[in-house]
């Protein structure tokens, strides 16, 4: 371990005995120093140094200070969340040491899971379903995260009406299959993605279940058929055992749930929630399914970019848990209009889901209204 103050920190001194280190309320620490020792110290805090050899130079340094109390005073910079681990950086191609940073910026300490959260990022594979308004606005989010593999779905062609909120194509890609353009776009971004790209429309859970085999995180920005495509990518999640993350656009707002496979209620159990607990349910759920008229699309492009935004960082926080989920077992809100971020629902796992649970035949009627 190779210990530096966090390069995210700046660190300033507001006279000859106080320094600072951060600049944010929260992070930010106040030091005292009236013995000189910090102004000593900290430039040898810079990530060139194993341990043993940091506190070699720093005894030279600080010959009034024993090893152990030199040991001691570095553990209470790490405890006070000042520190990182500079051999994190090694091995990252220089277009992610930003991601780097954020993640020992967010570290508690050099023994955090975030720290080695984007390693966790570059070996996972992402399963992303659909390349719609949703689906579209995720690939470039998750390949400046550093997702080494993808597989991307999907069996439309760009259209105009596509042009105003699915930013990741042109007028020059008009009739091009998207997962065609998503590839080129990959590559040219992250030359050293393997992308596998399959232009097909799910039909069945099966078909996700073949291609999320050795998947760490699901997107489901799929949404036709209504309700049975979610139902699906649910279906595979659980036999899997692999989180999703499901992506919805409404009209003025949005909403993102995620599953836990084992841990958290699965779409299916969301169901039997609604029946139980909401009046008139299954009548409108029924109706809606064979509506007299289709609603049209109405969606803004910076409103999906907000949503997608924060349906990533729910992956991120699967794969790595730099941070805790926040959306599993909920459905959280995001109202485009009113600009704010909220739980609008939350439901746990039903022993009689037919999915995740032992099938209790008594719900059998609310998912004959969109079978699988």
């Not at 341990?51 to 010959?63: C, F, H, K, N, S």
């Amino acid at each position: 371990m190779r210990l530096q103050v966090k390069r995210a920190l700046p660190i300033y001194w507001l006279d000859d005995e106080t320094v600072r280190i951060g600049a944010q309320q929260g992070i930010t620490q106040e030091l005292k120093d009236p013995a000189g020792e910090l102004r000593a110290l900290l430039p040898l805090l810079d990530g060139t140094r194993e341990v043993d050899e940091l506190l070699d130079v720093a005894g030279r340094a600080l010959p009034i200070l024993t090893r152990e109390q030199l040991r001691a005073g570095i553990a209470v910079l790490d405890d006070c969340g000042l520190l990182e681990d500079a051999s994190r950086y090694d091995d990252l191609p220089e277009r992610l040491h930003a991601n780097q940073s954020f993640f020992a910026a967010a570290a508690a300490n050099t023994s955090s899971p975030a720290n080695v959260a984007q390693r966790h990022i570059s070996d996972s594979h992402v399963l992303l379903l659909g390349l719609g308004g949703g689906g579209s606005a995720s690939l470039p989010l998750l390949l400046a995260l550093g997702v080494k593999k993808l597989t991307i779905v999907d069996y439309d062609v760009v259209e105009a009406s596509n042009l105003n909120r699915q930013t990741l194509f042109r007028t020059t890609d008009l009739g091009r299959a998207k997962v065609d353009v998503a590839v080129e776009y990959a590559h040219s971004f992250a030359p050293d993605v393997c992308i596998s790209a399959i232009n097909q429309r799910i039909s069945g859970a099966d078909e996700v279940r073949q291609l999320g085999i050795d998947g760490d995180a699901i997107i489901c920005a799929i949404d036709e058929p209504p309700f049975v495509a979610q139902r699906r990518v649910n279906a595979a999640a659980v036999a899997l055992d692999v989180p999703a993350v499901f992506l919805l656009s409404q009209h003025t707002r949005g909403r993102i749930f995620s599953v836990i496979p084992g841990e958290s209620g699965c779409m299916d159990c969301l169901q039997i929630h609604d029946e139980v607990n909401t009046d008139d349910f299954l009548p409108q759920y029924r109706a809606l399914m064979s509506p007299d008229r289709a609603g049209a699309t109405a969606a803004l492009a910076p409103h999906i970019q907000r949503l997608i935004s924060f349906g990533i960082d729910e992956v991120v926080r699967l794969i790595t848990r730099y941070a805790p989920p926040f959306a599993v077992g909920k459905q959280v809100e995001v109202d485009y209009i009113a600009g704010t971020l909220g739980t609008v629902m939350e439901w746990g796992r039903q022993p009689g889901c037919p999915t995740c649970g032992e099938r209790d035949a008594q719900y059998d009627h609310i998912f004959e209204i969109a079978p699988l």
